[in-house]
């Protein structure tokens, strides 16, 4: 889904879905909507912190254009410059198609040696050498090419353990509430403690939710 929202100088423009744990009734419009105002005044980026999902948003003002994502980097953001322009795309397959760029010899060599094992780029790598990943907590400005680590925005500060905890669920059961209000929820469950943690957080939406801990073939992915 796309969504943008403008006052004439500024835009914002989504690119896939947002949640607020704060406001699990609120939809990407009314999301993106509330953040105009931040983008404005200078204050995008505390105001991005809280939210989930996958997205990507592009923030164009007079002095610049930056493109960010999912604090997971769930939501990808590929990117090449090529004959004065750059490009952006959600695969680096895309670009190299589009463009006609060639895997680079070193990071096919770097496979080669992996046999069938999955393997990871490091960093902003991709297979291709003109091609790099935009990474979480990072934003790309479109005009200059610049790429800036943006969070955290303040130093970090201790917190007692009970507050942190307190902290830690209110934002895992929003997410979770949001998330409801906008899908049909299945959640795969582990022995593992993020496994253990989700389905905590979950226990409010339980009956609507479909757990699982192997492929169930009857249904959709």
Known sequence: SIYQVSDGKSSLTLLGYVLDPEHSESSDEDIVGSLLPALVGGRLVPALSRLGGRWVLV????????????????????????????????????????????????ALGALGHCGNMQFWWPGPRTLYRDVMRL????????????????????????????????????????????AHRRFALAQTITAGWDSRLSL?????????VVYFTMRHWEMPE
């Open 59 to 106: 923030a164009d003002t007079p002095a610049e254009t930056l493109v960010f994502n999912d604090a997971f980097g769930l939501r990808q953001v590929h990117y090449t410059e090529r004959r004065s322009e750059r490009w952006c795309a959600a695969q680096p397959g895309l670009l190299a198609t589009t463009l006609g760029l060639a895997a680079d010899e070193r």
């Open 135 to 178: 990474i979480p907590n990072h934003s790309l400005d479109l005009r200059t090419g610049r790429v800036e680590r943006y969070w955290p925005d303040e130093p970090c500060r201790p917190r007692p353990i009970a507050e942190a905890v307190e902290a830690c669920c209110t934002v895992a059961q929003g997410m979770f509430r949001a």
């Open 200 to 208: 905590a957080a979950s226990r409010a939406l339980s009956p609507d």
